[in-house]
């Protein structure tokens, strides 16, 4: 059962800096295995997108929109993963969702964090 816990929300002024974690605290099947994590974003009134995403071999992958500012690492042999936000900005605000995709395309989410950026 996997089990996605975040952790580092909170609220900054434009330009700071913000670091989100994310720890996957349960197991998958011994079949199974870690595809890629990520992290996505929700803000009121608009889709879930995505933000983020490693993948076990260690690529990354960004939205234009964060190209340069955020900064996604994992650790395999933690089962976590982290991103560093740098020069926020108040349209960064959102909920952020830890994301877990298996080898058999099986896709668990976190609780979500928020994250609040002031102009």
């Known amino acids: 059962q996997v089990q996605l816990v975040e952790s580092g929300g909170g609220k900054v002024p434009a330009g700071g800096s913000l670091r989100l974690s994310c720890i996957n605290s349960?197991?998958?099947?011994?079949?199974?295995?870690?595809?890629?994590m990520g992290w996505y974003r929700q803000a009121p009134g608009e889709q879930r997108e995505l933000v983020a995403t490693?993948?076990?071999?260690?690529?990354?992958n960004y939205a234009d929109s964060v190209k340069g500012r955020f900064t996604i690492s994992g650790d395999n042999a933690k089962n976590t993963v982290y991103l560093q936000m740098n020069s926020l900005k108040p349209e960064d605000t959102a909920v952020y969702y830890c994301h877990l995709q298996t080898s058999y395309y099986t896709n668990y989410w976190g609780q979500g964090t928020q994250v609040t950026v002031s102009s």
């Open positions: 490693i993948t076990r071999g260690g690529s990354t």
């Open positions: 349960g197991t998958i099947s011994t079949i199974s295995r870690i595809n890629a």
